[in-house]
Each structure stands twice: as structure tokens, then as C-alpha cells.
Nanobody, 121 residues
Framework: QVQIVESGGGLVQPGGSLRLSCVASGSIFSIGAMGWYRQAAGKQRELVASISRSSSTTYADAVKGRFTISRDNTKNTMYLQMNSLKPEDTAVYYC???????????????WGQGTQVTVSS
């Protein structure tokens, strides 16, 4: 069974840094685009950053210059390096990946369970 799991969230002071990780596991034929989303309390889920298999990236304006998305295709892992964190970054961060299942050969988006990031003094 294919699944993806996020980790690395926590409590950090404004101006601090965190690195989130997302690991895909199971019977995987291939992984296409991946992305990080976040959902703050009372708000809709929004795209934070995305990365193609060839490592082309996009960022939401709110995080541009502060966050860096990357991936290691040999490890089926994606990262989000978050620097200069602000209270407005507080949210549950979710990993998303387009994965072709190695057994069924069906392709669909998979979502992680989310990891809480809290930026507060």
C-alpha cells in the first residue's frame, strides 16, 4: 500500500527555521510532481510550494525567498526548508504527491497526515 508521511513540524520562535520531510513508501512505480500545502485554523488549504520530478519549483508569494522545496528521487523523499519563520506560517503542513502505484499502475494524488508547525514567541 502506497503512503506518504510528513515529519519535522514543531514549535519555533519567529525568525527560526524548520525542515519538513515527506517520505513515500510502498509499491511505487513512479512519483511525479510533489508539493507542500498548508492549512491554518479556520482557513482553506493552500499550496505553499511544488516541485516537478526534474526539480522545477514554484512558490506561493507569501513564502518566496524564505522557503526552499527540494526532493531526492533516489529516496522518494521531499523536503521543505523553512527559514525566517513568521507567526503567519502557523498551520498544518501537508505533503502531496502524484504517484503511480507499482501494483495497480494507477496514478493519483496521495496526501500525508499533516504535521503541525507553530511559530510563536
Amino acid at each position: 500500500q502506497v503512503q506518504i508521511v510528513e515529519s519535522g513540524g514543531g514549535l519555533v520562535q519567529p525568525g527560526g527555521s524548520l525542515r519538513l520531510s515527506c517520505v513515500a513508501s510502498g509499491s511505487i512505480f513512479s512519483i511525479g510532481a510533489m508539493g507542500w500545502y498548508r492549512q491554518a485554523a479556520g482557513k482553506q488549504r493552500e499550496l505553499v510550494a511544488s516541485i516537478s520530478r526534474s526539480s522545477s519549483t514554484t512558490y506561493a508569494d507569501a513564502v518566496k525567498g524564505r522557503f526552499t522545496i527540494s526532493r531526492d528521487n533516489t529516496k522518494n523523499t521531499m523536503y521543505l526548508q523553512m527559514n525566517s519563520l513568521k507567526p503567519e506560517d502557523t498551520a498544518v503542513y501537508y505533503c502531496n504527491a502524484a504517484i503511480t502505484d507499482g501494483v495497480t499502475l494507477s496514478r493519483r494524488d496521495y496526501w500525508g497526515q499533516g504535521t503541525q508547525v507553530t511559530v510563536s514567541s
